[in-house]
């Protein structure tokens, strides 16, 4: 019985170990552990901090585990604030001062709303990826919660978390609606810096809906379609569209480029004028906030009949994640770090 058992346990190892003889490009980053977390501010792709969420072994391209992007999650309860650098501090330039980062506060008002960007990023690179960051961030891993039926949220990010809730604990039949993961959160206000992010959306309830770069782009008058005009274009290239892939088009990208940076170094510098007035100002929006209602923070009881919620804040493989993209109709280039919809030609590309 024991031999039996054994060699039936041979037969599905190797059963199972057949999908990783395969060995293309894609199956190396299977085996990785890749951890859910939400950023909002220069992390995000399109930003200069971006190549932070990319876990890089060594010196070689396929050596880089790339963050995988899901897609928008609305948070809410939390606050978006824009830290404007001072003098004095490593970020802080008088010749280019296109840094700007969002410090965005859990005020644990209904009425504050956050959308994050939902990524995957490798396990060894989540502690890092706030290294070297202004000041300010640290990341909580549940305090806020993604509202998987916020029309915000998108729907990837929805169906991935619903799917791979499932397939973790087949027996639960219960509704999840929210869903804690960690959080970039700011951990200080400093009412010298913080401006408020001024929402891009308010909701017949009053909620006050913000996001980095269009609360960003909304403050500095600038339009956020140029910020990402590079990035577009060349994945654009790389996908299937190579006849838009001239010298013109990448010169035009450029200058929209250019333009943004631009704007929004100059809307810095008129702030920064202005500065003196800003530590009056703040303090009435900094904290502690007035709420008009506030939210739960944290997940509820196992047994509680009204918990729906949960957390995800643990590794989860390469292969997982693929596993739970395939149940939902989408597959994933593990090194890209891009999630395809096979059914669509171009990438599912939601937007940066
Ligand atoms: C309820 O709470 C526990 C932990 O406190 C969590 O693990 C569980 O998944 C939650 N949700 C549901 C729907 O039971």
Redesign the pocket.
Known sequence: MMRLCGYLRLAVTLVLLIPLVRSTEDDTHNNNYYIMIGVSGGLQEGFPAHDKLHYNQGSLEDEVVKAIFLGRGLVRGYKAFLDLMQEGWREYTETDRAVINPNVFASGCQEHANEYWIYLVDARQVMSVLNHEPRHLSMTPDTGMIELEAEETHSLVRDFLTTHIRQQ?RA?K???DKVAIPLVTAVYFNAASHIPSPPIRIHDDGTQVTNFPDSLALWAGVDDRDRTMVVDYHKSCRHHRREECTDAALEEATQAYNRYWAGIRQAIGKAEEKRQKLEKQEAISGPPFQCQKRVKFG????E?PD?????VNYPMTGAQIESVLKEIGFQVDLAEGEVVDPLSEKQDEPDL
């Open positions: 604990h639960s219960k509704k999840i997940v509820g009881k196992e509680d918990n729906t919620s949960t957390r």
